[in-house]
């Protein structure tokens, strides 16, 4: 157990949990099928056979999340909302009463627009979807706008293009590699639709969830540093470029569709905060003639890099390296790159996969990112808040539910789907009661 308290954060900064609408709802039968759902069904996806028809049941049982996290003494709870939910005849109703449960236990709702569950009739390949996804997120700001002040457009869009459709571990199951391109342009424009249609429904704090991994070269070489450079374009600048600058990283630009000069406008629309969700760095190579391990799965080989483990570090379960010096480097990194083009930053995801309810890693991971984090914030960085991932063990998307990310376990064989906190859970209630 981490002993010493953690530094003070600044004055207003947000504490918070995530969760995602696929990886806990359960109730499929109360909306249309998502990607997800028709993914699961083939057989051989998911490592486990399971589904995530049920997972936390949390649609019912949202009552007891909030609880959870006002038991936390968080201020905050990062949730998703589910597109083909609300589609669905009453879908919405669903986030009302999740929206006025938090504000009634003093705890701000920061709902995520799109976590990967798009609607099984779309496809990211269409340009028409980004505006598809405006109209949708007009729909939810006129319902929850009254309420609801902290919006998130996209989750990771990078994870979704490069697992779900350039590799084909996550749903849809595309494995296009380089031709996945054009689903990356589609979500960015669709970000940037989103943010108008939230502006125009009056909202005043809009942000996105980027996922970062430094790129780390293998060598000094020259083959390892462009490897390693092509790769950080590819899993973070091909993002953040055109979201912070209004421009992609040289050679990507030719390689998207549609009018893109005109798209970057819009993709370009100035945000509140930027969202960063961090697990760990990558180390990049140049290609060996071989395969290589991205976390559980292979990358084929045949690409212009190679991923190599990073060695001398514990791992989670899920076996991703404990790099908390990552997170420190991520942001001074995107703020030496961006400038004042970057806003305020928030960590919209950190955490980590430990099975048991005695779990000294999780807490030992988390104390050692919120310290790095703080580092950061010494060193300049205007950060405002912090969001583990996750506040319940959930469907974690082709591993089912082998793997568990919550501060509070739950027992995917009850049919109460049991809610019990992990000692990380009373470790953070400790530290937060600290902060205060
Ligand atoms: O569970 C996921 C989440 O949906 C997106 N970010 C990474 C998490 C852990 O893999």
Redesign the pocket.
Known sequence: MAADALPPFPPGFLWGAST?AH?IEGAVDARGPSVWDVFEARPGVIRDGSTAAVACDSFHRHREDVALLAGLGMNAYRFSVSWPRADSPGGLDHYERLVDDLLAAGVRPVPTLF?WDLPASLDWLDRDTAARFAEYVERVAARLGDRVHTWITL??PA?HTVLGHALGVHAPGRTLLYDALPVAHHQLLAHGLAVRALRAAGATDVGIAA?HSPTWPLTGDEADLAAADHYDVLMNRAFSDPLLLGRYPEGLEQLMPGDVAADLEVVSERLDWYGV?Y?APSLVGAPTGEKSAYGTFDVPAGLPFALHEIEDRPRTAFGWPVVPEGLTQTLTGLRDRYGDRLPPVMIT?NGCSYPGLDDQERIAYLDSHLRALHRAIEEGVDVRGYFV??LLDNY??NEGYRQR?GLVHVDFDSPERTRTPKASYAWLRDALRAQR
Do not use: A, V
């Open positions: 995602s990886q976590h989750n990771e994870e996922s969700n697990y995801e991932w996750s974690e998307w990310f």
